[in-house]
């Protein structure tokens, strides 16, 4: 159980071209999910929470124009990089909380990252 | 700023060895997280703990939650190669923020 798909799990594309990337969890409801932004030997940086049904909250410093979230059902939530530029080549992870099991453990669980490389 | 700090930030042991990883922090956690995380691979959940001064175990791997719930420990002992990751702690404090810390790599060499 709570499995959470991304897609793709790797892509290169040209700068100014946008960029959609999708998190899915598949046997679970997940009213909350969070985007995560990781460099090379670093830690996981949160940048946005996504809530189901209405606007995403982003973390100081992240560009709500350039970075698009859309959370349109407890299943999906999509991060959409627009207009992408060398500086937004990473590793970007999403993360569901379980709707069952928020407000107990608060647990996270992770998709397996999408590699961003923008030429 | 990092709520959680992490100790060590690497640690390179030979297989066989046994190994402690250190999460602290000011704030009291509601709830704590350990995970494992592999290149190029999501982070991966190994145990969460709740209850000030519990202790979990999985398999070779310990894990404690202090007494006041602002620290935890992983254990690991007889570390094998597959052992190899970055670990990280993560927790909601009792605002309701979840922050991770800043991970410990770990390299287990045969």
């Known amino acids: 159980g709570a499995v959470v798909s991304q897609h793709p799990s790797w892509v290169i594309c040209k700068s100014g071209t946008s960029v959609k990337i999708e998190c899915r969890s598949l046997d679970f409801q997940a009213t909350t999910m969070f985007w995560y932004r990781q460099f090379p030997k670093q830690s996981l940086m949160l940048m946005a929470t996504?809530?189901?049904?209405?606007?995403?909250?982003?973390e100081q410093g992240v560009e709500k124009d350039k970075f698009l979230i859309n959370h349109a059902s407890l299943t999906l939530s999509t991060l959409t990089v627009t207009s992408a530029h060398p500086e937004d080549s990473s590793f970007y992870i999403c993360?569901?909380?379980?709707?069952?099991?928020?407000?107990?453990?608060?647990?996270?669980?992770f998709g397996p990252g999408t590699r961003l490389t923008v030429l | 700023t990092q709520l959680l700090e992490q100790s060590p930030q690497f640690l390179s042991i030979q297989e066989g060895e046994n190994l402690t990883v250190y999460c602290n922090s000011s704030?009291?956690?509601?709830?704590l997280q350990w995970y494992r995380q592999e290149p190029g691979e999501g982070p991966v959940l190994l145990v969460t703990?709740?209850?000030?001064?519990e202790v979990k175990k999985l398999k070779r791997l310990t894990f404690q939650f202090g007494d006041a719930r602002k620290d935890s420990s992983l254990h690991i002992t007889a570390a094998q190669p597959g052992d190899t990751g970055l670990y990280l702690c993560a927790g909601t404090d009792s605002w309701g923020k979840f922050q991770f810390g800043a991970g410990t790599q770990v390299v287990v060499t045969p």
């Open positions: 703990v709740v209850t000030g001064g």
């Open positions: 993360s569901a909380r379980d709707r069952q099991l928020a407000g107990i453990y608060n647990e996270q669980f």
């Open positions: 996504s809530n189901e049904g209405s606007k995403a909250t982003y």
């Open positions: 704030s009291v956690f509601s709830s």
